[in-house]
């Protein structure tokens, strides 16, 4: 029973203090009351606390998006984590398109120019894909996971201190209110006894003065004492600065790993395609060879063959189809479709005729198949002793 009326007392007292803070927060906003300020200092400390989650937050989220740009997998990841429970792996898009590509490799075959090509682009697509994993991987444990624990644990914390500091503060001004009304009730009524010539019946409101004050200075140091303790929560904001810097540092070293890898990937997927076409030709092209690709410019000076297996027709060999009297044998190294009736089509791995002609383009040479004949490029072609 006595836990009972405790519990009660102690509801109604809570209730009681709840509907002082609203009359008071109502009574400034209605500009009815007056309001305590907080010291300069402390307003830098709140705004730069404010300042910093909010710009943290947006980080946070479009980091992630950058990692992960699919939304359904990120809502799949937070519902996992939430669960406390591991993602299961799933193939990224570089892996999926790598994937696709030898497959189709592997079907139009190995041995052909454009099969070789397409497995040797899936390969590279799918290191690509392992380095993706591992950037996010690197990114979301040294900084995706400082800045959300700054969010969802110090942040936190400071604003239910803030919250706590503005709620002595509207007690503190509650009070100052109480203490301003008592004290004009004591004078109204100290001239009410004298003018009606009586005794001194103002006790009342002295007593309630005496109450007023008492209360004034608990609530002046309840808000002091939360005062303090959020000036040195908010102070370590600075703190948190320094370590998100390094969290970033860590962000930008994953970054310049993950492209420094894709980079070499790709350099070296270049080098092993070697004089291959950067384009084909099609109906909307005009007659002009397709080049070797800078990376040619490495090759010695006679043919090689890189590592993927793919010959590679090197400048000595252009130069002596170019310069060479009369007819010679050459194999087509890529398919290769006519882009005008002026052109030869070629099959890759066949045999064709192939001479020069004064004043045709140094690009081009004319090609023979039977009674067909057109110019063909020269990049298309490997000259046979």
């Known amino acids: 029973m006595n836990i009972m009326d405790f519990n009660v007392k102690k509801l109604a007292a809570d209730a009681g203090t709840f509907l002082s803070r609203a009359v008071q927060f109502t009574e400034e906003k209605l500009g009815q009351a007056e309001k305590t300020e907080l010291d300069a200092h402390l307003e830098n400390l709140l705004s730069k606390a404010e300042c910093t989650k909010v710009w943290t937050e947006k980080i946070m989220k479009q980091t992630e998006v950058l990692l992960q740009p699919n939304p359904n997998a990120r809502i799949e990841e937070f519902v996992y984590e939430k669960l406390d429970r591991k993602a299961p792996s799933r193939i990224n898009n570089p892996e999926l398109l790598g994937q696709y590509m030898i497959d189709a490799g592997t079907e139009f075959g190995p041995g052909t120019a454009y099969g070789n090509a397409l497995i040797k682009c899936g390969e590279t697509q799918k290191r690509i894909g392992t380095a993706d994993r591992e950037l996010i991987q690197t990114s979301a444990l040294n900084f995706l996971t400082p800045l959300r624990n700054f969010i969802e644990g110090d942040y936190k914390t400071i604003a239910k201190e803030r919250k706590l500091l503005q709620n002595k503060r509207l007690d503190l001004d509650a009070a100052k209110t109480r203490l301003k009304k008592a004290k004009a009730a004591e004078t109204r009524a100290s001239q009410l006894n004298s003018a009606r010539l009586e005794g001194d019946n103002n006790m009342i409101?002295?007593?309630?003065?005496?109450?007023?004050?008492?209360?004034?200075?608990?609530?002046?140091?309840?808000?002091?004492?939360?005062?303090?303790?959020?000036?040195?929560?908010?102070?370590?904001?600075?703190?948190?600065?320094?370590?998100?810097?390094?969290?970033?540092?860590?962000?930008?070293?994953?970054?310049?790993t993950y492209y420094a890898q894709c980079y070499q990937y790709m350099l070296d997927l270049q080098k092993q395609l070697g004089s291959f076409p950067s384009n084909y030709c099609n109906n909307n092209q005009t007659s002009v060879a397709p080049v070797p690709s800078a990376s040619s410019n490495v090759i010695g000076s006679s043919a090689l063959t890189s590592t993927s297996g793919l010959v590679i027709?090197?400048?000595?060999?252009?130069?002596?189809?170019?310069?060479?009297?009369?007819?010679?044998?050459?194999?087509?190294?890529?398919?290769?479709?006519?882009a005008n009736s002026s052109e030869l089509s070629l099959l890759a791995d066949e045999v064709i005729t192939v001479f020069s002609v004064v004043g045709m383009d140094s690009d081009w040479l004319m090609g023979e198949r039977g009674n067909q004949k057109g110019r063909v490029p020269i990049t298309y072609l490997e000259l046979l002793n």
């Open 205 to 256: 409101w002295a007593e309630e003065v005496t109450k007023s004050e008492q209360e004034l200075r608990i609530t002046q140091s309840e808000f002091d004492r939360q005062a303090e303790i959020t000036r040195l929560l908010l102070e370590g904001i600075s703190s948190t600065h320094a370590h998100h810097l390094r969290c970033l540092n860590d962000f930008v070293e994953a970054q310049m």
């Open 313 to 338: 027709t090197s400048p000595t060999n252009l130069i002596d189809l170019k310069e060479c009297s009369g007819s010679r044998k050459a194999r087509v190294l890529y398919d290769y479709d006519a």
